[in-house]
């Protein structure tokens, strides 16, 4: 089983600034294969980033992902007031799929 | 669009067997790998397991003993069951399209409890 290790666990942070989010594997993957939510209170996940780099549908170009081998990054760069949530990391290549412990994104 | 809706009964006595099921509207479920997906209170994301349209299905170890997935393609519906549910297995229950869970239900809150 690969295990995600997000950090870090709680970043805190102001509109405008820059969030940088790390997901570590306990070992090597295809980048094909990570995504990245967010999770706002009481709501669904929603996906972010698939294939480590390819925003999905309707998420805005403030929202990047980067990385290959174990270590992928989430990078918003420039936080708008609905980014401040929690974040996700999710490896599907391989079986059992995982997730990260997630990383909290406050203000 | 593709939406997903979880049904089911939101509170299950210890012991007993946790069921639920998934509809897929806006699109047909005989095609991609179709998901459950859990969150306890305040937790993480577990993934439970998925099933492709054939019937075909892949469960989380941690789970499989006691994790059956189905599909129903006439209604386009796919559904869990997890059967000696314990307090442990309390969770709001996602389901979600694979691989990349890019589609989600609002999910189900299910509480074991007596």
């Known amino acids: 089983e690969i295990v995600l290790t997000q950090s870090p666990g709680t970043l805190s942070l102001s509109p405008g600034e820059r969030a940088t989010l790390s997901c570590r594997a306990s070992?090597?993957?295809?980048?094909?294969?990570l995504a990245w939510y967010q999770q706002k209170p009481g709501q669904a996940p929603r996906l972010l980033i698939y294939g480590a780099s390819s925003r999905a549908t309707g998420i805005p170009d403030r929202f990047s992902g980067s990385g290959s081998g174990t270590d992928f990054t989430l990078t918003i760069s420039r936080l708008e007031p609905e980014d401040f949530a929690v974040y996700y990391c999710l490896q599907y290549g391989s079986s059992p799929r995982t997730f990260g412990q997630g990383t909290k994104v406050e203000i | 669009q593709v939406q997903l809706q979880e049904s089911g009964p939101g509170l299950v006595k210890p012991s007993e067997t946790l069921s639920l099921t998934c509809t897929v509207s806006g699109a047909s479920i005989s095609s991609y790998y179709w998901s459950w997906i859990r969150q306890p209170p305040g937790k993480g994301l577990e993934w439970i397991g998925h099933i492709y349209y054939s019937g075909s299905t892949n469960y989380n170890p941690s789970l499989r003993t006691r994790v059956t997935i189905s599909v129903d393609t006439s209604k386009n519906q796919f559904s869990l069951k997890l059967s000696s549910v314990t307090a442990a297995d309390t969770a709001v229950y996602y389901c979600?399209?694979?691989?990349?869970?890019?589609?989600w239900g609002q999910g189900t809150m299910v509480t074991v409890s007596s």
């Open positions: 070992q090597s993957f295809s980048s094909t294969y």
């Open positions: 979600a399209r694979s691989s990349a869970f890019d589609i």
